[in-house]
């Protein structure tokens, strides 16, 4: 996890893998003072799932994952890198 902005370290964060994900997700929880059993209780997801993903795991659900994150208040940003897909020649 790359922090994008050094005053907010925690507002602006560059995730690109599920353990950087799931770093965001512990540190956003820890910041508001919430245990994983309130936190999961706040996103209607089971404690073994937020704990699974804040610790990284690759093959969890995506729409449960856009649930915690819904929960959390966290909205999902994409940015496209140049040259990331090739371009289909004709």
Known sequence: MRKDN??????????????ALGAFLRATRREAGLTQEEAAGLCNVGTRFLNEIEHGKSTAALGKVMQVL???GIRLHGTRRSGSLPVKES
Do not use: A, Q
């Open 6 to 19: 050094i005053n907010n370290p925690s507002t602006n964060v560059t995730i690109d893998t599920p353990e």
């Open 70 to 72: 819904r929960g959390y």
